[in-house]
Each structure stands twice: as structure tokens, then as C-alpha cells.
């Protein structure tokens, strides 16, 4: 066994997208996508798992080893990243979810979520490039002018050109408001660009002809704060009359970060000397453009950290089957052995568990906002769009967080697992989580996520976006509540109400003290995360009972569906009731110490 | 602010000591260690402090990014090791609690925990060299012939020479029984001795000029299993007739690991090649003798993850207190700057104060569990002695696993703080995560110490070892039901009632299943964890309160801690009952997936 010996969850994803929520009957009833049925989508998953595996994967420990290399501006992607993202690029891969007016593949989001999990798990330096590049097309898609589109989309569906998307400054993270960078607008219509940018990934590589920045900068009269933000898209070669590279713009890369993991992966300073820009959208409105992206964005670094959650759990779990090492505790389980296979260890199928009872819930989950997403994309009922508007504005940030903190966790047990063996190299153990705890860091820092969900979501929200998800997880409680899931329904019941209580403290008490959205963020998402992926339990343990009721050839699938899904049950959720206790003892305790003491 | 910035804790520690435990009575009352009077503590404690923060803490950043080296069998260590090595030896700090029949100081172990959590947090790589010669010479001062204490001790205290222990092969990690390294008795006493052992840290090195290796091998005749086991001492050159470095031994070292973290100090391949060793305690009691040394190192190592914490605590409240982002949720508290300190927001005090409150709480247990040792080895007293040998063996499994894996958590939440700046190398950070997470690992792994607790300490436990702890907590919950800490006391107590009620269930249930004890332990040891800490910062609470009722000058210093302490009791303690609840959820569900499933 080798690191490299990722095995992309096909059959998995064919549950959740085929058995769970029947993603061909949705698709089939939209116009945009009537003609993705349940063939194509298992031909696309055994497809997107084979370059996955095949392509992706070999190239994740040298990525790692080799790193980016940075010399006078220029930046060198590990061995073998330039050929395989060219392969990848020609597969069609980069546009699979894009436009098809201007080259995309215009497939639902529902697959490229199962996609974009299988290639952050083989190779996250090397996905991240084509993730980019498929983010800020959207982003162009959506806002830019029909000029930028068919100048810009068609090469980077077909990844000869690639994206970034540029917010960071040095003294600017979350508050992006801080911004120094300014656009001066020209007679022709464009702008000049002229800034600093930081933590830019994927900022100089060698990969594609070209680089498409969006950048977030001021007009000279902007008005202060995040109301003044506009976006431009700034190319490192400005396209010639044939729309090919032409001259270069003001645009260099003044070196790369030393980092902890994602080491095949640029993270650049970003230096914009009166570049040509484009504006994309509204001036000042550039913020909401960006946030295009950054959702997208969002759900994918979540993919990151499910999948590399996933690719760790694999290793581990092939080591725990083979190595021997000590007895079980009822006796040896294997007696012409020297000692018995991990796995007769309760312990170490504690950490197995864990790690697989939350990937899978995090996989149903992502499915299901991919579900929403194109709902929001291609459904012709205007209210069934608004509602699916709603979950996604939601459920992304849970997903972000929720999934990269699930992940990272994850990736510390399968290392745990291996004990000594996942601290060396070797393995590649020690890589996942390296490469994982990025993701939960940026795009937008988890906390950041927490106080989304928390405040625009749920506090300050009057759209009625949680009521919508409660409304839909209480239709599925009564439906089954005497079913197969009766365990389940319960304690989905129980949490339910406790989460509902929980959310009106929080709301009256904000009400007089604003810290308490703040205090109470990061355990609520954890607390609604555990209820989420209660319901995924729920919905797929219902799926596998009702196989086995029915008979079926593949028993062996189902019941382990049932199996890890009880054991989320009866080991993992309970942690939800601390949670909403910790939440209650509300922000004082938080604020009480004077700052010049920390 | 640069990384070295490492602040030793001398005000929080003699806080501890002479505060809350009254250290110089119990140590007035031993023969041993009547001269260490509080003025001496004070004076151990500053002196330490500035040889982890001028001597240690300014090469972890560069012993990090060097590495060790490894060419033709010689080990290169990080630029400035070698002096600062010299340094640290000639100030006596390697026999700090050494025997001073042979040279040692014959300090309280009390203070040596202290003064290791110091240099692991500075410099963990160069401070392992260092503890590990401590831990061997305890194993040799308490289990060699004279003649071997005579030949070896002075050498190691005065850190001439340096030590390791040899546990590890390839295919026996956690399951010693299974070692094939082996030792042929000669006539002359003494043992040819060889094999292949890996992880073994400082195997090979330019610290010192002799290394000596305390081994496990089994003689040709010995039992199979654990029980087979001897130990060896092998020193990688024998003395000569002086006592000074003689003929080279049959000791190499085969190469060295790449490792996640930790890169300055050494993790040697080592072989064995009829290499002459002297054995140290009885035939085939090996394993006995080596936990002498490895119960040391596992107090040690607790203090390692511990130590992380604080560091990186440290950092992250500095960092946090100078960068500003974004504005407090009351509106603007600095509206002279562009934005308020990160500290104005909720969420980024959580990360701080949980850090914070596990570290403190930490501290204090770490100098109680000293105080047990001192007992151990001074107090006149044998019923004395024998109450604190059961708490020892009670804690130790505790104090490994619950600083270590706080401890991680508090590097990972450090890193947190920072954002994106957390993950590049350049602050540190991220370091200290990699550092860190090594110490859940080795010494045992933490799944190895939760089943000690839980299975030898605990169900399977003749002793009363439990009982001795639970009798101490109920006394002092009896005295302070209505006083200053009445809140702390009451969660404890029915945090006690409920550790009751959960450990005679799993003592019921594992005499009917065996593998209740393995699927308890590590949330167990969780919420032992949380009950002792929330024990400790009771106590510390109350001393602080007292001493605010009394009227102090360092009113800020007592006001923090009961802040502190408030924030654990409120938002850390709930989740004991969540731990009760998983636990009590039993075994058969973690152990249901047939093994060929996962």
C-alpha cells in the first residue's frame, strides 16, 4: 500500500445521488438539466474517479515534497503538475459545471460537489488551481459584461488560462473593508489597479498561458468601509486583437509563502502596479460579486476538507486491517498470528468511526446543497428557487465549516491511528493534516463562518431560512417517526427543540447585549451540524433499511450504512446537549477579562 | 513580537507552589528536601526561566527550519544545539532532580516539572535530549548496580554523556511482547545484544560524547510475551579504564525519520550488532524497570504538550491584543483607529480563554502530580507514601494524554488566531501544532494511556486508586460547599456523582464484555480530565478569592484567575455529561462492523 492508493467514493456518491435524494427525478424536471440521468451521472462519478485516482492522486506526495519553487518572479509548480493539469484541463474538467454558451459542460452542481470532493482528496495543491479557475468563471459568469465573458470564459473552461481571486492585504483579512488598494478609472473605460494583495493562491504558477485576477479595490471616491469595494478583473497578460496573450500588465508576483501544508499549492504577494482592470458588476457593489465566488468557494474548501477527511480514513482503516499488534480484549482473534489486526481494538475503531460517520454525513449534506444549488440554478419555479435560496445561504456556511472542522479532526485520528507511523513522512498521514487545517482557515476563517450562520443567518435574518430547514427536517419526523428510523427520528425530535430554544435565547438575549451572537457562534454551528448530519443519518439509515427490507445482493453495503450511521447516533450526538449548555452560560464569562490581561 | 518572545510562566508557577499547594511546608517535612524553602523555589523557578527564554527559546525557529542531518551515520543537530547544549548542562539543569550521591541536585520533582514545561514550551526539540538523559538516570539510579551508577550517572547528570530509551521495532510498537532484539549472555556478566530499533529519539546525535542506550531485548531462553523481556545497558562507547570514552560499541544508526515536526531533534534507526550491554534490574523484568523511565517521560511528555500551549498562547494574545480588524459588536472601542483589537470579538476571547483555562488548570495538576512523586520518594511517612503511589499511578496515564491533547488543541486554536498569518511559518504557529502533535503519539499513545486508566487504574484496579482521588475531592467539597468557590464545588460534586454512576457501569458491563473497558477509555479519560480540572480550579479560585477578600497589590492577577476560571467552569465543564452519555451508549455499537467493512 502507498499513498497514492486513494480510491474515490463512487459507489458512495451513486448511493447518496441515486438512492438518497433520486438527483435524476429533480434533474429531469428542469429545463437545464433534463437530460443528466442516472446513467450519465454514474458515468461522470467512475469517470471523475479515475482521473482523480489515476492523474491527481500520484502527484500529491511529490507536490508536497518538491513544493512550489519562487525565482526572480516566477513560479515553478512541483514535477509532473504541468502535464497533469494540461490532461485534466483537456478532459473538459475545469468547465464541467460551467456555461455551455461559452464552452462550460453545463453539468449540475450536484455532480461537480462529488467531483470536487474526489480531486481535493487525491491532490488539494493541484485541484485548487482548477477549483479557482471554475469559481471565478462563475463569478465572470454572473457579473461581468458579455465583452469579458466571451474573452475570458472559453479559456478558462478550458484552463489554457487560470483565475484568483485577490481580497487579502497585508493589514486586511476578514476586515476587507481596510482595503488599500485603488482603481482609477481611464477614458477607454478600463481602470488602473494598483495595490498589494497577499495569501493569493495560485497568484504565479506555470501552469496555463495566462492568469485572470479578480481583484477587490477602491475608486479614488469610494466611500470608506466595505461599501466602497469594487471588483476588477485584471489579467497578467492582456489578450491581443485574436483575444490570445498579448502584452504584459502591471502585474507581478513579489514571492511565495512558507507554509505549514499545501505545499504544491503558490500562495503569492500579489504586487499591482497601475494594471489594466475591467470592471465587473456595479462599482461599489463589488463585494456582493466577489461573494459569488467566495460561496462557491466556500462549499469547495468544505469538499477539501471532506475528502482529505476521507483519503486519511482510507489509509488508516487499510493499516488498521493489516497491521497486527496486540490481543483482543475478549481473546485472540487470530491465534496462528503473532498478534491480532488492529481492528479488534474498540479504541481504534472509536477513531475509525468517527472519522467515517462524519465524512459520510458531511457527503449526504454536500450532495443535498448541491441539490439546493441547482434548484437555485435551473428550476423554473420561481418559489421553489427562493426557497432553495435560502437553504444555500444556510447551509454554506455550515458546510464550510462544519466539513473542514470534521476533516481536520478526521485527519488527526487516521494519523493517530498509525501512531508513530503517521508522524513520519512515510505514510502520508502527516500530509492530510497539513494540508487539511488550511481549510480552516480561509476562506473566511471557520469562525467567520460561525458568526455568518449565526448572526446574517439566523439572529438578524428575516427571511426565515432556519424555519425553512426546521420546517423540512419536522415534515420528515412525523412522515417517520413510527418507520425503520424511529431511533433517529427521536433524537432528531429532542435536538430539534433544544436547538429551537437555544436560537430564541440567543435572539432575545442579543437583544440587549451584542456580544452574545459572537459568544454563542462556534457552538451553534457545531450544534447544527450535529443535527444536519442527524437528519443525512436519518434519511440514509432509512434508505438501507428499506433495501434490506426489500432484499437486495449488496447487504453488505447497507448494513455497514446502518452501522456507522448508529453509531453517529448513540457516540456522536450527544455531544449536542453540551453544546446548547455552553451556549446558555451566554457572553459575560466571555467578555469578563480586561483586555490588557490576556 | 519574533517567535523567541517565549515568556516563562514564574508568576503563574509560584502561584501554584506556594500559593496553592503550600509546597515548602510538605517539603519542610521531609528529610530529603527540608532546605528547599520558598525563597529557593522562587529562585529555581526565575533561574529557569531565563535559560528557556534566552538559552533555548531563540533556536526553535531555526532548529526547525535546519533540521538534523544525517550523513555516513553521524547525526548533524540545528546550528547552535551543540553550545547551547554545553551551556545547559553546565548549569547543572540535567541532574536537576538527580541523585546528589552522583552528582545530581536532588531537587523536589515538584520543581522539576515546572522547569520542564518551561523548556519544552521554549525548545522542544533540544529540551528532549535533556529529559530523556533525566528519565534514563532515574531508571539506572533506581535499578542498576552500583557499579553501573557509578560508572554512568555523573556522566549523564553533568550531560558528558546523554541517554535513550530503546523501546520500538519495526513490528512491535505498542505490543512489546512481540520485540526480536535479543541478548547472549557472556561469561563475563555482561551481554552481546542485537537488533533493529526505530523511533528512538536522540539515538544518534553531536550533543554529547557518549550516548547511552537502555534497552529491551529478550534473552535466548526468555518467555515469550512481555514477560520475556530484560533491560540493557548499551552505550554507544565503552568506558575505558578511566571511566572516559573507550573502544566504539556494535551501535550504529541507520538513518533518520522525516517527520511532521520536532525536526531538531533526532528520531534514529538504530542497530544493534552484538553489541556488549550490562543488564540493569532482573532478567525478563525489563518492562518494569524501563516504566520507571517511561512513567517519567510520560509526565514529561504531558508537559511538552502543555508546555506548546502556553507558547502558543502566548503568541496569539500577543498577536491579538496589536492587530486590529473589524469592529467590537457594540460598535467602535478604539474609533481613533481604522478598526478595534481582535480582542473586541467574542469568538477570538473563546479560542484564548479555552487555551488558557486548559493550560492553567493543566499547570496546576502537573505540580500536584509532583508533589504525589515527592511523597513518593521523600515522606518518611509509608501510609503517606503509599496514598500518593496510587495517585501517581492514577494521574500519570492522565497527565500524558489530557496536556497533550489539550495542549494540541490549544496550538491548533493559537494557529486559529492568527488566520491565514497562522499558517505560514513565519510567526511560529504552525511549528507548534507539528511540535505538538507528536506528544499524543509517542511515550504511549493517548489511546494506550486512556486504556491504562481506565482498564489498570480503574475496572481492573485492587487498590483503591480511584477511591483515593474521589476521597480527596469529597473532603474538600465538604469544606468549601459554602464558601467563596460554592459554584465550582457544586458542579464537581455532581460531575463526581455522575464519574461514579459511569465507572460502575462500565465496571459492570466489562464483566460480561470485555471490550466495554476499550470502547469507555478515551472519553473516560475526558471526563476524568474535566473533573480534575475543574478540582484545580477550584482550588485555585478560592486561594484567589481569599486572597482579594484579604486585599492584595496583584488584584489583576487574582481577578484574572477567577475569571479564568469561571470561563471553564461555564463553557468547558458542561461537557462532562456528553462524555457520561457516549460512554454509557457501551461497546457493541463500536464494535458491530465486521472488520472486512471498514
Chains 1, 2 share one sequence.
Not at 478609472?185 to 478600463?190: A, C, K, L, V
Not at 425553512?468 to 419536522?474: Q, S, T
Not at 449488496?554 to 453544546?579: E, H, N
Request: proline residues 4%; glycine residues 10%; negative net charge.
Amino acid at each position: 500500500m502507498t499513498v497514492s492508493d486513494y480510491k474515490a467514493p463512487v459507489r458512495d456518491m451513486k448511493f447518496v445521488l441515486n438512492e438518497v435524494f433520486n438527483v435524476e427525478q429533480l434533474l429531469a424536471s428542469m429545463p437545464g438539466t433534463a437530460e443528466v440521468n442516472a446513467e450519465l451521472i454514474n458515468s461522470v462519478l467512475e469517470e471523475a474517479g479515475k482521473v482523480a485516482e489515476g492523474l491527481l492522486a500520484p502527484l500529491n506526495r511529490q507536490g508536497d515534497e518538491i513544493g512550489c519553487q519562487f525565482d526572480g518572479g516566477k513560479v515553478t509548480t512541483p514535477g509532473g503538475f504541468k502535464d497533469a493539469y494540461r490532461t485534466f484541463a483537456e478532459g473538459g474538467w475545469i468547465g464541467l459545471a460551467g456555461d455551455p454558451q461559452y464552452g462550460g459542460q453545463g453539468m449540475p452542481k450536484t455532480l461537480a460537489v462529488c467531483f470536487e470532493e474526489m480531486i481535493m482528496a487525491a491532490n488539494s495543491s493541484l485541484a485548487l488551481y482548477a477549483v479557482l479557475s471554475a469559481g471565478a468563471s462563475l463569478a465572470i459568469s454572473r457579473h461581468a459584461s458579455d465583452d469579458l465573458k466571451q474573452a475570458y470564459l472559453p479559456k478558462l473552461y478550458d484552463g489554457s488560462w487560470s483565475a484568483t481571486m485577490c481580497l487579502t492585504e497585508p493589514h486586511a483579512g476578514t476586515d476587507l473593508g481596510m482595503i488599500k488598494t485603488r482603481a482609477v478609472p481611464q477614458s477607454d473605460g478600463s481602470y488602473k489597479v494598483s495595490g498589494t494583495k497577499i495569501f493569493i493562491t495560485g497568484g504565479e504558477h506555470d501552469l496555463s498561458e495566462n492568469i485572470i485576477h479578480l481583484v477587490l479595490a477602491k475608486l479614488p471616491d469610494a466611500p470608506a468601509g466595505p461599501r466602497g469595494i469594487s471588483l476588477f478583473l485584471v489579467p497578467k497578460f492582456l489578450p491581443d486583437g485574436d483575444g490570445n496573450v498579448g502584452d504584459s500588465n502591471g502585474v507581478s508576483c513579489g514571492s511565495i509563502e512558507h507554509k505549514m501544508g499545501l505545499k504544491g499549492s503558490a500562495t503569492c504577494v500579489m504586487n499591482f502596479d497601475d494594471a489594466t482592470g475591467y470592471l465587473v458588476g456595479e462599482i461599489n457593489k463589488g463585494l456582493a460579486c466577489m461573494f459569488t465566488m467566495m460561496n462557491y468557494e466556500r462549499l469547495t474548501i468544505g469538499l477539501q476538507g471532506l475528502g482529505l477527511g476521507d483519503a486519511s480514513y482510507q489509509t488508516a482503516a487499510a493499516y488498521a486491517r493489516e497491521r497486527i499488534q496486540g490481543r483482543s480484549p475478549a481473546g485472540p482473534a487470530q491465534p496462528d498470528k503473532a498478534a491480532d489486526s488492529l481492528l479488534v481494538h474498540p479504541d481504534v475503531r472509536r477513531m475509525l468511526l468517527n472519522m467515517r460517520a462524519n465524512t459520510e454525513a458531511g457527503r449526504a449534506l454536500a450532495a443535498y446543497v448541491g441539490n439546493q444549488l441547482d434548484i437555485v440554478y435551473f428550476h423554473p419555479d420561481e418559489e421553489r428557487q427562493a426557497r432553495a435560496a435560502k437553504l444555500v445561504a444556510l447551509l454554506t456556511p455550515i458546510t464550510k465549516a462544519a466539513f473542514t472542522d470534521r476533516g481536520f479532526e478526521a485527519c488527526v485520528l487516521g494519523q493517530q491511528v498509525l501512531g508513530g507511523h503517521g508522524y513520519v513522512r512515510e505514510w502520508g498521514q502527516e500530509q492530510h493534516v497539513r494540508d487539511a487545517r488550511i481549510a480552516q482557515i480561509y476562506e473566511g476563517t471557520n469562525g467567520i463562518q460561525a458568526l455568518d450562520l449565526m448572526g446574517r443567518k439566523v439572529v438578524f435574518d428575516r427571511e426565515g431560512m432556519l424555519e425553512e430547514m426546521l420546517d423540512e427536517m419536522r415534515q420528515f419526523i412525523d412522515q417517520e417517526k413510527d418507520g425503520r428510523v424511529a431511533a433517529f427520528v427521536a433524537a432528531l425530535d429532542n435536538a430539534l427543540d433544544c436547538l429551537v430554544r437555544t436560537t430564541d435565547l440567543i435572539r432575545q438575549a442579543n437583544t440587549e447585549n451584542p456580544h452574545e451572537v459572537g459568544a454563542a457562534s462556534v457552538p451553534y454551528l457545531d450544534l447544527m451540524t450535529l443535527i444536519l448530519y442527524c437528519y443525512m443519518w436519518a434519511r440514509m439509515v432509512k434508505v438501507a433499511e428499506d433495501a434490506l427490507a426489500a432484499g437486495t445482493e449488496d447487504s453488505d453495503f447497507y448494513r455497514a450504512k446502518i452501522q456507522v450511521g448508529c453509531y453517529f447516533l448513540d457516540r456522536i450526538m450527544p455531544r449536542y446537549k453540551s453544546l446548547a449548555e455552553e451556549i446558555s452560560a451566554g457572553s459575560d464569562v466571555v467578555m469578563a477579562l480586561d483586555e490588557a490581561l490576556f
